[in-house]
Structures are given as C-alpha cells and as structure tokens.
C-alpha cells in the first residue's frame, strides 16, 4: 500500500510564492513519474507539471515560467514551488505518483490541498 501526504498549502496575496511538498510511504518499489494536478470545483482536474524518473520535466501553458517542480528521490518526495501566484491558480492541487514492482506501474494519489491565491 502507497501513502501520499501533501503540505503546503494555503492563502497568499497575488504575486506571492507557495512550496507544496507531496511524500510517499509505504510499498513503493520503483517510481516512475511524480506529477502535479489541479482542481476547480466544478472543473476536469488538470495537469500542472510533471517529472520522469529521468528527470525531464514539463509544465503546463499557464504555469510556465513560474512554477518548478522537483523530485527528492532519497525521500520519495516531489515539490512544486509556484512563485508570481495568481488568482487563476486557485485550485485544490493533487500529487500523483506513478510507481510499482514494474514499469509502467499504477496511479498514487495525494488528497489534495487547497491553494487560494486572493487579489
């Protein structure tokens, strides 16, 4: 069994930074990708940003530029600094781990913070 546990989120004035953090325990075994998503109430949950075992990241349009996400591999641990936040980035955001015995592995899911970005 796979645990993700998510911090960092919170209220933050426009233009302001929030570091979440998203750790994994349990039976891990390999992970293969770490990703970020978002959530709007009422909306699909959409991809923020994501990165490979490799190390390659990508990045959703709207976050470009300001937001960077990286993998802590010795603690199972991946992190998205969002920096310049804006109103629109308002969202529960969910971390997603693809991990397993062997590739390509299954979907792990965070619970979910709530990022509130105010104007």
């Known amino acids: 069994q796979v645990q993700l546990v998510e911090s960092g989120g919170g209220l933050v004035q426009a233009g302001g930074s929030l570091r979440l953090s998203c750790a994994a325990s349990?039976?891990?075994?390999?992970?293969?990708?770490m990703g970020w998503y978002r959530q709007v109430s009422g909306k699909q949950r959409e991809t923020v940003a994501s990165?490979?075992?490799?190390?390659?990241?990508t990045y959703a349009d709207s976050v470009k530029g300001r937001f960077t996400i990286s993998r802590d591999n010795a603690k199972n641990t991946v992190y998205l600094q969002m920096n310049s936040l804006k109103p629109e980035d308002t969202a529960v955001y969910y971390c997603?781990?693809?991990?397993?015995?062997?590739?390509?592995?299954?979907?792990?899911w965070g619970q979910g913070t709530q990022v509130t970005v105010s104007s």
């Open positions: 349990g039976r891990i075994f390999s992970i293969y990708a």
């Open positions: 997603n781990f693809r991990a397993g015995l062997t590739y390509p592995g299954k979907d792990y």
């Open positions: 990165i490979s075992r490799g190390g390659t990241t």
